[in-house]
């Protein structure tokens, strides 16, 4: 299926999230008035109001009576959404701050449905994660290994019988995509990836939650450790994207 075609309206927006999320607009800050950003941009008043429209549903913006349109902290109002856009930095670089806590946060997320998993799992999710398991072993390309990575968790939160993990992960889908030559930098040891999957799958189907849950742990601060050092190889403190 083809993807909907990008307006003026959704460039517009996307333009100026990435000036609010990278600090150009700091929170409380109002934006300039529609007519002033139309004619900056030169695009009529009604797609301005359209683009604002997007930013407010985002939550990244607020219009106040005879205040205009103030902008809000992120953190404080928006959705996961907003992720991939804070993963880059203002310069185009990947932001290890940012990269740091969504794999700190998918950690304690992915640990906890690991030990779900083995509560509450039965043959056909077993079956599920199995085969996401065989297709890895005969994967050779790293880029499907990377993929399917992603199918294994989606099996995993279909174990745990819990919806809410599943719509956090259609969030981030978006990353494996835009971000894939360096997720798959995780991949330098494919095999061993899969044999640690193994064993959570071993747990899982034991119903040995506290082993399952450590085994996913343990899979993640390794991740998490190795995007680090790539990403920031000489140990530089990141500050988190303007807020």
């Given at each position: 299926m083809p993807s909907?075609?990008?307006?003026?309206?959704?460039?517009?927006?996307?333009?100026?999230?990435?000036?609010?999320?990278s600090g150009v607009y700091a929170p409380g800050q109002k934006?300039?008035?529609?007519?002033?950003?139309?004619?900056?941009?030169?695009?009529?008043?009604?797609?301005?109001?359209?683009?604002?429209?997007?930013?407010?549903?985002?939550?990244?913006?607020?219009?106040?009576?005879?205040?205009?349109?103030?902008?809000?902290?992120?953190?404080?109002?928006?959705?996961?959404?907003?992720?991939?856009?804070?993963?880059?930095?203002?310069?185009?670089?990947?932001?290890?701050?940012?990269?740091?806590?969504?794999?700190?946060?998918?950690?304690v997320l992915m640990a906890e449905v690991a030990a779900l998993a083995a509560e509450r799992r039965n043959e056909s999710d077993l079956k599920a994660l199995r085969g996401v398991l065989a297709k890895m072993r005969r994967e050779q390309r790293v880029s499907m290994i990377s993929s399917l990575d992603f199918d294994f968790h989606w099996a995993l939160s279909g174990a745990a019988g819990n919806?809410?993990?599943?719509?956090?992960?259609?969030?981030v889908r978006g990353l494996l995509t835009r971000f894939a030559p360096l997720l798959e930098t995780l991949y330098v040891d494919p095999e061993g990836i899969v044999e640690g999957?193994?064993?959570?799958?071993?747990?899982?189907?034991?119903?040995?939650?506290?082993?399952?849950?450590?085994?996913?742990?343990?899979?993640?601060?390794?991740?998490?450790?190795r995007f680090v050092d790539l990403l920031d190889p000489l140990g530089r403190s990141e500050t988190p994207p303007a807020a």
């Amino acid at each position: 299926m083809p993807s909907p075609k990008r307006t003026l309206a959704d460039r517009l927006a996307e333009r100026l999230q990435r000036d609010i999320l990278s600090g150009v607009y700091a929170p409380g800050q109002k934006l300039p008035p529609e007519l002033a950003l139309a004619e900056r941009f030169r695009v009529n008043r009604f797609t301005v109001r359209e683009a604002m429209n997007k930013l407010e549903q985002q939550h990244l913006i607020a219009r106040k009576p005879r205040t205009g349109t103030v902008v809000l902290d992120y953190t404080e109002h928006a959705s996961v959404d907003v992720i991939a856009d804070l993963v880059l930095s203002a310069d185009g670089r990947v932001n290890p701050f940012v990269m740091s806590n969504l794999l700190e946060s998918a950690r304690v997320l992915m640990a906890e449905v690991a030990a779900l998993a083995a509560e509450r799992r039965n043959e056909s999710d077993l079956k599920a994660l199995r085969g996401v398991l065989a297709k890895m072993r005969r994967e050779q390309r790293v880029s499907m290994i990377s993929s399917l990575d992603f199918d294994f968790h989606w099996a995993l939160s279909g174990a745990a019988g819990n919806f809410v993990p599943r719509l956090v992960l259609n969030s981030v889908r978006g990353l494996l995509t835009r971000f894939a030559p360096l997720l798959e930098t995780l991949y330098v040891d494919p095999e061993g990836i899969v044999e640690g999957y193994e064993h959570v799958v071993a747990a899982i189907a034991a119903h040995d939650a506290e082993r399952a849950r450590s085994l996913v742990r343990w899979i993640w601060t390794a991740r998490h450790a190795r995007f680090v050092d790539l990403l920031d190889p000489l140990g530089r403190s990141e500050t988190p994207p303007a807020a």
